[in-house]
């Protein structure tokens, strides 16, 4: 089993900041990507940032310049520290992990429980 733990949510007026953690552990052989992904009362789930292996980083547009996602200690931890935060970020982040199981030859996808960001003007 792999299991996915988001931290690090929490209530910050507008313009704060925010870091969230996120941790995969279990029955990991490689990590393909790991990413943060939010979801709005009423919309979809939408990506905020991921990492991929070799630390490439992709971004939702909104967040370019704002949000920063690091994988500092080479293990299955990333980041994702939030700047200048606004009240249309408020959502439940969850992190996904894109992972090989020892002895499998395909990656799944394993979820968060998500944590809870709400920015308030």
């Known amino acids: 089993q792999v299991q996915v733990v988001e931290s690090g949510g929490g209530l910050v007026q507008a313009g704060g900041s925010l870091r969230l953690s996120c941790a995969a552990s279990?029955?990991?052989?490689?990590?393909?990507?790991m990413g943060w992904y939010r979801q709005a009362p009423g919309k979809e789930r939408e990506l905020v940032a991921e990492?991929?292996?070799?630390?490439?980083?992709n971004y939702a547009d909104s967040d370019k310049g704002r949000f920063t996602i690091s994988r500092p200690y080479a293990n299955n931890t990333v980041f994702l520290q939030m700047n200048s935060l606004k009240p249309e970020d408020t959502a439940v982040y969850y992190c996904?992990?894109?992972?090989?199981?020892?002895?499998?030859?395909?990656?799944?996808?394993?979820w968060g429980r998500g944590t809870q960001v709400t920015v308030f003007s």
């Open positions: 996904n992990a894109d992972v090989v199981r020892s002895g499998m030859f395909r990656s799944g996808d394993y």
């Open positions: 279990g029955d990991i052989y490689s990590i393909n990507a």
């Open positions: 990492m991929i292996s070799g630390g490439g980083t």
